[in-house]
């Protein structure tokens, strides 16, 4: 396949997660090809945000013209699933709720080192990039719905 493919499925999956198993196969890629890079683009987008993120999150609130809400809705719920799981959960939850961009801003509010950033995110990476590739690849209404 040619590198346009793999770098649509990797940009794809940055900005939400199953995006990518979706181009993947839509553009006719491996299942293996398309679960590589879907979890290569959710660890490179991951891996800019936290290392840049501080610098981020910087010039985003210089454009801001109030100041956020401290109790919202979204709030609450990112420091429930904080309370109860960890970075744990917050990794677990980054492909099926967050994004990628989304889960590795809130990790990074919630001051987890960076190691422990990449390692769970990876772990949760991979294994939602399996899940929905083998959902995408193998259920025939998937199949007809997205060729349609």
Do not use: C, H, N
Not at 113 to 137: D, E, N, Q, V
């Amino acid at each position: 396949m040619s590198w346009g493919a793999y770098f649509a499925v990797m940009f794809a999956t940055a900005l939400k997660f199953i995006a990518g198993p979706i181009t993947g196969f839509s553009l006719g890629l491996a299942w293996y090809e398309t679960v590589f890079f879907t979890w290569l683009g959710a660890m490179l987008t991951v891996t800019f945000i936290v290392s840049m993120g501080q610098i981020i999150l910087k010039s985003l609130s210089s454009f801001r013209k109030t100041k956020p809400l401290l109790f919202s809705k979204r709030v609450r719920y990112a420091v429930q699933i904080w309370q109860k799981f960890g970075i744990k959960g917050i990794a677990a939850l980054t492909p099926l709720i967050f994004t990628p961009i989304g889960g590795s801003f809130l990790a990074l509010s919630f001051k987890v080192p960076l190691p422990r950033i990449l390692i769970f995110m990876a772990i949760s990476s991979i294994l939602w990039a399996l899940l929905y590739t083998g959902l995408i690849y193998q259920l025939r209404f998937l199949r007809d719905w997205i060729q349609a």
